[in-house]
């Protein structure tokens, strides 16, 4: 019997509404919002896509898009923290490569209280892993323990991550690539505060430092050979590609939303009318809705199709492109329409989008997603093998002969 999502997703539009109200605290202070997660886990929202057997709700992408969609659209930096959660849930439900017993460690957890998860990955040398380099952090053998060290940034989400999931190679003679889980309370972390970002400023995406962090050798994840590189599931990869893009889109939303309250209720003195009633205004809010519009169905359609088991391809990476520069657009647009009032600060306006501009920094640029998408298509084009096309004969015109009608 398939489990009736409508619940929890409405129960993640009320609670986007909600944190609507607390978003611009979070975003002047750059507070944590501990308390929105702990309504999202009272709601029973942070096992959405957990395995039922476990606890969870066993919800697919389709689901998870439209929980993550409701809740960017009240405060996308909450959005962004329990789409990473998201992302790693469905991975140790589904790919095989987590070990029982980190499985149900995990999801023990997620049972009993607010136990985030995400992956540490980028590091300030090297990068992200997204531009082929090894990670510089590294996890030794030490008896029955690895000892990592290392230095990660932009761990999002870490003031209440439970677990970090860390990229480190091996010091082994041949050297072995793996994701180790870390719990955050261990000898030898430490947080350096280092986001100061312009948006989503209520991520807290800062710099993790591990210095001999002791965990124990089974507590490792998909480790192989490091000069294999790091693999990842193209098909999971629509997951990222989906989630992160609504974030942004629903930052563009929230932007849609004030725009039409503000132009509905302002009335000029000397228009007499609201300024809804302008024409340049109704051009500006339905090229919104167009770019808004294209969002919601891209979007929608990945997620089909991957719940579906449709094949996508590289399409996924195209979807991320289209959809955040379209949210960028959208809340540009916005913020010309909304003139003064629009940049003040005491409206949220200018607040979403700057939110929807931080989209650009989510790996892969669009530089590399275009040319993975550029690289597909020559391949495709290779694969064909340019067999010659036979021509579709062409062949005179037949003029029908007309019988000529005179005097007999």
């Known amino acids: 019997m398939s489990t009736d999502f409508a619940p929890a997703i409405e129960q993640a539009i009320r609670l986007g509404q909600r944190f609507a109200l607390t978003a611009r605290h979070y975003d002047e202070t750059g507070d944590f919002p501990f308390a929105n997660f702990d309504a999202l886990y009272e709601a029973g929202l942070l096992g959405l896509v957990t395995a039922t057997e476990h606890g969870g709700l066993g919800g697919g992408l389709t689901e998870a898009l439209a929980v993550i969609s409701a809740v960017a659209r009240g405060e996308p930096s909450t959005a962004l923290v329990l789409a990473m959660h998201y992302n790693q849930h469905y991975s140790l439900r589904i790919s095989g490569k987590w070990p029982a017993h980190l499985v149900e460690r995990v999801t023990k957890a997620n049972r009993e209280g607010v136990a985030l998860l995400n992956a540490a990955q980028v590091e300030p040398r090297v990068g992200s892993p997204s531009h082929g380099s090894l990670p510089e952090t590294v996890a030794r053998k030490v008896g029955n323990q690895w000892r990592i060290s290392g230095h990660k940034t932009y761990a999002t989400g870490i003031p209440l991550l439970k677990w970090v999931s ?5 010091d082994e003679p041949e050297p072995r690539l793996g994701s180790f889980l870390v719990p955050t309370d261990s000898d030898g972390i430490r947080v350096e505060k280092t986001w100061n970002a312009t948006g989503m400023r209520a991520t807290n995406s800062d710099d993790l430092i591990l210095d001999d962090v002791a965990i124990p050798l089974e507590d490792v994840v998909d ?17 990222y590609f989906s989630l992160v893009p609504a974030i942004y889109d629903g930052a563009a939303q929230g932007a849609r939303d004030w725009l039409i309250e503000f132009t509905t209720t302002r009335a000029p003195a000397s228009l007499g009318a609201p300024l809804s009633t302008v024409p340049r205004i109704q051009d500006g809010l339905g090229q919104i809705e167009v770019w808004l519009t294209t969002n919601r169905r891209l979007l929608r359609s990945i997620a089909e199709d991957f719940d ?9 990476a195209a979807v991320k492109h289209v959809v955040i520069e379209n949210a960028i657009a959208a809340t540009t647009l916005a913020l010309d329409l909304g003139g003064n009032p629009g940049i003040s600060r005491d409206n949220p306006l200018e607040r979403h989008h700057r939110d929807a ?17 550029a690289k597909a298509a020559l391949g495709r084009h290779a694969a064909a093998g340019n067999a010659p096309v036979e021509p579709v004969p062409v062949r005179p015109r037949q003029i029908p002969r007309l019988a000529v009608v005179g005097n007999s």
């Open 166 to 170: 860390v990229l480190a190679v091996t």
């Open 223 to 239: 480790i192989a050979p490091a000069n294999e590189g790091l693999k990842r599931d193209e098909r999971q990869g629509a997951w």
């Open 308 to 316: 579906s088991g449709r094949p996508f391809g590289p399409d996924a």
């Open 357 to 373: 501009l931080s989209g650009k920094a989510h790996a892969p640029q669009n530089n590399l997603v275009r040319t993975i998408l």
